[in-house]
Each structure stands twice: as C-alpha cells, then as structure tokens.
C-alpha cells in the first residue's frame, strides 16, 4: 500500500499501555506466525479476494499448500474444494432511478446517494410503484410477544423498518428475526423493504455505503437454495434523509429514531407516500469453492462425528478507490480468522492430546455476500449433515487491545457455553456479553447458516464492555476502517494478543470433542427448534 495509516488515538494509547514484557514468549512467537498468515493472504497481490476472482484462487491455493502442510486431509468434493454456482448481480447505479410519490408531488431520489438498492438474495424486481407502511422495528417475535407486523396489511406494499429492537428480547432473537424478515415478507406478498439505521446507530458511514453500492452482489444459481423465490426489493436509506418518508403522516422522525436508540417502544403505521423505482442490473454466472479439510478423531466410537471450525476467506476485492486506495485487503475481515484456523489446526496436530472427534476445517466461500458459502456447505455438507455436532466460527477478532475477555457469541443458547465459560476459568479470561446487542453479529456470520441447521454454535470476540476504552477503540476501527481498503496490513495489530485467542479457541474446541456427549441447545433456546 502508498498510503499512510494514521492511527486513531484511542488505539494508539491502548497499544502503548500493552509492553510485550507483559507478554508470553510463546505467544510472541505463534503471534508472528499468525501474521505471517495474514501476510500472505492480505496483501495486495491477493486483490482483496473478492468472490468469483483469480485473487479468490490465489488465496484459496494458499489455504490448500497450508492443508496439505499441516497434514490435513482433504473433504471437499474436489480434493479439498466444493465448488458452489452463483449469479453474480451487479445493479447499474447509473441507469435506476427512484422517487417518492405523494399529494404534493414528486420527489426524486439519487440511487445510489439517497437510496441504495441492493443485489442481493435474488434478482431484483425491474420496476417499483408500490404504497409504503412503517413496520417499527420489523420484528415478528409472536413467539415472544411481539410483533410489529400485527395489524398491518402488507401485500403489495414497500416496509419500511428501523434499527434496534425492545430490551426485553435477547440480541440473538433480534438477529434472528432481523434476517428471515425479507422471506417471510415476501411470502406475506410485500414486494419490498427500506431498512433504515438512525443516526444514533450507525456502524458504517453512509459515504461508504455508497462507495460499497457498486460491488457485484451473489445469489445461489439454483433457486431451490434461495430464500427468496420471486423477485424482492432490499434497499438501504440514506440515514440523514429518512425523515423523507414519514412525510404527510403528522409522525416525528426524530422522536421514533431517539425511541429506537434506547430500545423503547415504536409504532407502525401507514405511510402516506409511494416509491416508485426502476432498478437496472447486470448479471453473470460466477463459480466459487469452498475450502474442506478434515483433522480425523483418534475415537473409533466418536470419529464419525465432528466439530466444525469456520472462517471465510473471500473480501470486497477491487472496489471504490478511497484515498487512492482500490484493493479491500480484508486483514482482519477475515484473513486474520482464517490465519487462526491455521494455528488452531497446527496446535490440534501437535498437541498430546488428541482430539476423540473428527475437526473439519470449513474455509468458505462468499461471506460478504451473505453467508452463501457457510450456507451452501451447512445445507449440503461433504459428511454427514447429522454427524456434524457443532461450528466454531472465527471472523474478525480484533487484535486492537489486550485480550484480557471473550465474548464467545451464543454461549447463553446452547451445552457450549459451559466449554467456553470453563475454559475462560481456566485462562483467566471471563465471558463477557455481548455489549451491542442490536449489532446483529449473531446472524452476521458463518456460525448462523450451521445454527439454521440446527447445529449449535459459538462466534469468537474480544470481551470488553460499553463505554470503555476498548469500546472506543472498536468502534473507531469500525467507522474508520472497517470494509475500506484500510482494513490492510499497514494497522495497528497486536499479533500476540491473537495467539492467546486461538489458544482459547484450540482448547475449547478440544473440550467439546473430548466430550463424552455431542452439544445440545438449552432447553429454553429459540433456536432448539432447528434441530432436524
């Protein structure tokens, strides 16, 4: 990279406060080996990996010499790839357009400044003239007592939903709701839905939400996989402008954005307006593996059985230049996940105690695109569907601070959060929850498409609560450096902090494969009902 990374002040101090006098020897090196990792499948010869590239391939090749190296043996279908078919959907920015429509008139919208249409989940409906209604939050929690559909008549319309959710229900369920809402939507005739992000909430700035507008999105080639059959619109709105849709309803936007921010009631209702929008986009084949290799059990009773470990390989590749900067390196999201998998397998080979259960390494494919690799494999896995037990997942544990906790998301659902919570004991590293729940990382990642199967599963973090430095510190990763071409192997890291992690992770993941019995969700788990 030619630019220079300035670093942000509060991770700046962090790192100074952290001497590696305070550090393990041994992590100091295993750290240099898991950024050595990183090195190789960052850089900037790799082209970000976008899905479908020859950077992907390239990665992947390394991935595959790393296998074969480690003594790993192959599970894919092809040696160790399972190839998955996509269509790749490119919306044409350019050529779409957008407006509202009401008694005063119209008023136009850019695409993709103020509304971004998304070319996800499947192809996109060419042509929009559809009425609007608020749905709050958007969440259809019969099952636990709320439901912000109810009463609302949402054929043919365009939802419009809003960030956050009541405190009452847990981050997970949110999540979980958040991510069936568009099928089950779809299913209920709604031909769309705007979400919008209050001010208050944003992860991402909008600016880089439109830079990412353009990148090509995937839906699986054959449609028996999709969600969505019928064409449906996604779209984003830009969040200074959302008060543009509640025009003419006599309803406050400020007011229904500060209630969302603190997790208080919000109403649905109709909206006055129509949007009404034509949406170009190019489409292609695109062809993607996923990367299989299996550690076998030393249990001849337990070895048909196995404990995935999964981090994806694949980036935003080649996109918006930022500063200059074109390539999306992806180094912490996620080579740095994949780099520990790597460690982990290496620690799993060598250790004296064997693991009685089979690991399967799952490296896939088209994460950024919506877990459509994790989902693939989970749905059509080279072994067994029933014999695997459970996923350990690893995506962009950030190395910005010391590890001094864990938040190993789903530790509340399932028999493994007892592994994590003992092993925490062990280190001295205590399970901390979840500090921004309505993040949605329960369903953000590779663990969500095994939890649709039924299979539990843990995602790994750093501990750290609200209002901390390490707060501050994560979420100025985010907003400044997250999905840009700055996530490269210029930032600030703190590799040692990430061998203790991954010695962690090795140690519950040999927890649960020694095991007499396999993971079961807890009793009360919404998520118990996916069990097949």
């Known amino acids: 990279m030619k630019h220079t990374l300035l670093l942000l002040p509060a991770l700046g101090a962090l790192c100074a406060a952290t001497t590696s006098a305070a550090q393990s020897p041994d992590y100091e090196k295993e750290g240099k080996t898991w950024w050595s990792h990183v090195q190789a499948i960052a850089n900037d010869g790799m082209e970000g990996r ?3 590239t020859p950077g992907y391939d390239r990665a992947a090749d390394y991935v595959i010499a790393q296998f074969k190296a480690l003594g790993l043996k192959p599970a894919g279908v092809d040696g160790y790839k399972q190839p998955v078919a996509f269509v790749e959907q490119v919306v044409a920015s350019d050529q779409s357009s957008a407006a509202l429509m009401g008694a005063n008139g119209e008023t136009k919208l ?42 609302l008549d949402v054929k043919g319309k365009i939802v419009v939903v809003i960030s956050g959710g009541p405190s009452t229900i847990s981050g997970a369920l949110k999540s979980h709701a958040r991510s069936e809402r568009a099928h089950w939507l779809a299913e209920q005739g709604a031909v769309g839905m705007i979400a919008l992000v209050t001010p208050g909430q944003v992860e ?12 090509p999105a995937l839906y699986f080639a054959d449609d028996a996989l999709r969600d969505t059959k019928a064409p449906f619109l996604n779209a984003q709105f830009d969040p200074a402008k959302s008060a543009q849709l509640f025009a003419g309803t006599g309803q406050d936007y400020d007011k229904i954005a500060a209630a969302a921010d603190v997790s208080a009631p919000v109403a649905s209702f109709p909206l006055t307006l129509k949007l009404k929008a034509q949406v170009a986009a190019n489409r292609r084949p695109v062809s993607s593996p996923n990367l ?29 230049p930022i500063k200059g900067d074109a390539i999306y390196n992806g180094a912490f999201d996620n080579a740095s996940g994949v780099a520990s998998l790597l460690e982990i397998g290496k620690a799993l080979k060598a250790g004296k105690v064997k693991p009685k259960r089979s690991i399967l390494f799952a490296i896939v494919t088209a994460e950024e695109k919506g877990l459509l690799g994790s989902r693939y494999f989970a749905r059509r896995p080279t072994v067994p ?20 906790g864990v938040t190993p998301v789903g530790y509340d659902q399932s028999s493994l959060g007892q592994d994590a919570q003992a092993v925490s004991a062990a280190m001295n590293l205590p399970v901390t929850p979840d500090p921004f729940p309505d993040r949605n990382v329960f369903i953000r990642s590779d663990q969500y498409s095994f939890i649709r199967e039924g299979v539990p599963a843990l995602f790994f973090k750093y501990g750290f609560k609200r209002d901390t430095p ?17 996530d490269d192997l210029n930032q600030p890291v703190m590799p040692a902090e990430s061998a203790k992690l991954n010695h962690y992770v090795t140690a519950v993941t040999l927890r649960m494969a020694n095991a007499p019995e396999r993971p079961s969700w807890n009793a009360d788990s919404f998520f118990k009902r996916f069990v097949k």
Request: negative net charge; hydrophobic residues 40%; glycine residues 12%.
């Open 204 to 215: 991402i700035p909008w600016s880089r939400r439109v830079g990412l507008a353009s990148a």
């Open 50 to 52: 976008g899905t479908g």
């Open 470 to 486: 390490e707060a501050t510190t994560e979420k100025a990763w985010r907003a400044n450096l997250y999905h840009s071409p700055f």
């Open 292 to 320: 299989i290799a299996v550690l076998p059990g030393s249990d001849p009773k337990l070895r048909d059985e196995y404990v995935v470990l999964s981090a994806h390989l694949d980036g935003y590749g080649i996109g918006t």
């Open 385 to 404: 569907q029933k014999s695997i037990v459970a996923d350990l997942n690893f995506d962009m544990a950030l190395p910005i601070f010391p590890l001094t």
């Open 110 to 151: 850019s695409v993709p400044q103020d509304i971004i249409f998304s070319g996800s989940g499947g192809p996109v409906p060419g042509q929009i003239d559809a009425p609007m209604v608020f749905a709050g939050y958007g969440l259809h929690l019969p099952e636990a007592g709320h439901d912000d559909f109810a009463g």
